[in-house]
């Protein structure tokens, strides 16, 4: 079974830009779970989506959004980028969301 | 807020001692407990998990232990190796909200 793919890998963006990132869950699993990776703060959750629709948000501004598509694809966009949104964002998959979680390798954005 | 505290914050072994990381939760709905292991420039990779129901869990050198009752769930490396290195994050799911929070990380070192 092929794990969850991040793409891009990478990405350099400029301040004020957009940028959209997408990843494919595990065959079968409907959950997909987008974190924020900084060194100084550890892993942050950003949304849950399961079956298209997002059930849960964590403490990010509007400028952060999701959405899932009806094969379980799922692509977040961040616009108007700040230095500040430099890390690394994962995502995982999971069954239904109660289950065990599998990563993605993420990708790394760097706004400059 | 829900929030999840793991200590320490970095831990050095000699080859062959045990290992402990210990993390505390702060939501009483909480019934999931994974732990994640993460490389240097690796994604984090589920390595044991935990539900509310069951007090222990082994695998192999690894063992997880959850007390409901104070909150805490540690995680237990016995005869560690130089490959037992690396970053790991505790974290917890809410059943309500499918949010997982994880804890800040711990990196372990095996020093051969």
């Known amino acids: 079974k092929a794990g969850v793919t991040q793409t891009p890998r990478y990405l350099i963006k400029t301040r004020g830009q957009q940028v959209t990132l997408s990843c494919s869950p595990i065959s079968g699993h409907r959950s997909v779970s987008w974190y924020q990776q900084t060194p100084g703060q550890g892993l942050q959750f950003l949304f849950e989506y399961f079956s298209e629709t997002q059930r849960n948000k964590g403490n990010f501004p509007g400028r952060f959004s999701g959405r899932q598509f009806s094969n379980s694809r799922s692509e977040m966009n961040v616009s108007t980028l700040e230095l500040g949104d430099s890390a690394l964002y994962l995502c995982?998959?999971?069954?239904?969301?109660?289950?065990?979680?599998?990563f993605g390798q993420g990708t790394r954005l760097t706004v400059v | 807020g829900e929030n999840v505290e793991q200590h320490p914050s970095t831990l050095s072994v000699q080859e062959g001692d045990s290992a402990v990381i210990k993390c505390t939760y702060s939501d009483s709905a909480s019934n999931y407990f994974p732990w994640y292991k993460q490389e240097l420039g690796k994604r984090p990779q589920l390595i044991i998990d935990?539900?509310?129901?069951?007090g222990e869990k082994k695998d192999q050198r690894i063992a997880v232990t959850l007390n409901k009752t104070a909150k805490h769930f540690s995680l237990h490396i016995t005869e560690t190796q130089p490959e037992d290195s690396a970053v790991y994050f505790c974290a917890a799911m809410d059943p309500r909200t499918y949010k997982y929070i994880f804890g800040t990380g711990t990196r372990l070192k095996v020093l051969a």
């Open positions: 995982a998959s999971s069954e239904m969301g109660n289950t065990e979680a599998f």
């Open positions: 935990i539900r509310s129901n069951v």
